[in-house]
Structure formats: structure tokens, C-alpha cells
């Protein structure tokens, strides 16, 4: 049972996975965690969307909570990022808007995944 959202939630994965790869060979010195947390969530946020495909329910709240993690987490590290650029710290212009890409599609990930999720009934509702 393919759905869009599914689809969706595995390109997400992929993308997380391609910025955490950019944002290491940008500095591969400093920046060895956008490796492997680009590869741990992308890789997460696949299994998510894989399990969406084949209709296990809970996987819809899972991916939800941890895009909803992820979310929060770039918010404040792009935030922390294009400050230290306004600051003086050229360097960190890749890491800001890398990380400010992974915020946004974060953002809308996330959004599509609470309007699946308030949309669908849960385990005890009756439809109408």
C-alpha cells in the first residue's frame, strides 16, 4: 500500500542523507557528525516511510515525532549557525544554509504528517 505520504517520507530520508553527505564534504575536518546524523535520521526516516507503506499505524506518529525532534534541533542550530556568520565567522555560511534546508523540509514534513495523522482516526474511533 504505496501512499504519497510514504513516498514523501522516504525522499526525506534520502535528502537528510544527501545534506548530511554535503555538509561533511564541506568540511570534513569539523564536520563528521553532519555524517553520521544526516545518515542515522535519514536512514530512521526511511524505515518510517517504509513502514508507513505497508500500513503499520503507529509509524505515522513515530515519523512525526522524530521530524517534529528534527525540526527543533535544526531550528536551533541554524539560528546558532547564521549567527556566528553575521558575526564574522564566514565559514559557516555552507553549515547554516545546509542546515536551514534541512529546517525547511523538516517544517514541511512535519506538517504533512499532522495533517495525515489529525485526519486519520486512531485505534477506538468510530468513523462516521
Not at 535520521?41 to 505497508?54: P, V
Not at 503499520?56 to 536551533?76: E, H, M
Request: glycine content about 10%; proline content about 2%.
Amino acid at each position: 500500500m504505496k501512499t504519497k505520504l510514504s513516498q514523501w517520507m522516504i525522499a526525506y530520508g534520502l535528502f537528510l542523507i544527501a545534506m548530511g553527505a554535503a555538509g561533511y564534504l564541506s568540511n570534513p575536518e569539523k564536520a563528521a557528525t553532519a555524517l553520521m546524523s544526516g545518515g542515522t535520521f535519514g536512514a530512521l526516516s526511511m524505515l518510517w516511510g517504509w513502514l508507513m507503506s505497508r500500513g503499520i499505524g503507529w509509524s505515522r506518529w513515530a515519523a512525526l515525532a522524530t521530524t517534529t525532534l528534527l525540526l527543533v534541533v535544526f531550528a536551533w542550530r541554524a539560528s546558532v549557525s547564521w549567527m556566528a556568520f553575521a558575526g564574522g565567522a564566514s565559514e559557516k555560511l555552507t553549515a547554516a544554509i545546509l542546515i536551514t534546508l534541512m529546517g525547511t523540509a523538516s517544517l514541511a514534513m512535519a506538517a504533512a504528517l499532522l495533517r495525515n495523522v489529525l485526519r486519520r482516526p486512531t485505534l477506538g474511533q468510530v468513523l462516521p
